[in-house]
């Protein structure tokens, strides 16, 4: 269990560095609609991965996710908004997995 809570938290944090990297590219370029098109591409391998890494459960958990309207009129605030909405469940889950592992036999 300890290797595959390992692996999925190493596919966690891949996901997470593609989530930025398609941040910074939407941020240079400006393109926001551009930018989520990727991230509802991103979206959909997020929720297959972590359905065969974690479960149906948390695959099911992670597609249920749907934001909200948003009223800012500020296309780049409301993709920014968008990145964290996605981001913020994938870290909460990083730190569930790591603290799920149990520590390494005569480590302190």
């Known amino acids: 269990m300890t ?6 938290r190493d596919m ?3 996901q997470l560095k593609d989530l930025d990297v398609i941040f910074s590219e ?3 370029t ?5 930018g989520a098109e990727r991230l509802v591409k991103w979206k959909a391998r997020t929720v297959a991965l972590l359905t065969e890494s974690l479960g149906a ?3 099911q958990k992670f597609a249920a996710l749907q934001p909200g309207p ?13 990145i964290d909405y996605f981001k913020t469940p994938l870290l909460d889950l990083v ?3 790591a603290q799920a592992t149990p520590p390494l036999p005569g480590g302190n």
């Open 12 to 14: 966690i944090q891949k």
């Open 95 to 97: 730190k569930q997995l």
């Open 3 to 8: 290797s595959q809570s390992g692996a999925a």
């Open 70 to 82: 948003s009223f800012t009129n500020d296309l780049v605030e409301e993709f920014t908004d968008l």
């Open 26 to 28: 939407t941020m240079e």
């Open 30 to 34: 400006l393109n926001t609609v551009s």
């Open 57 to 59: 459960k948390e695959g």
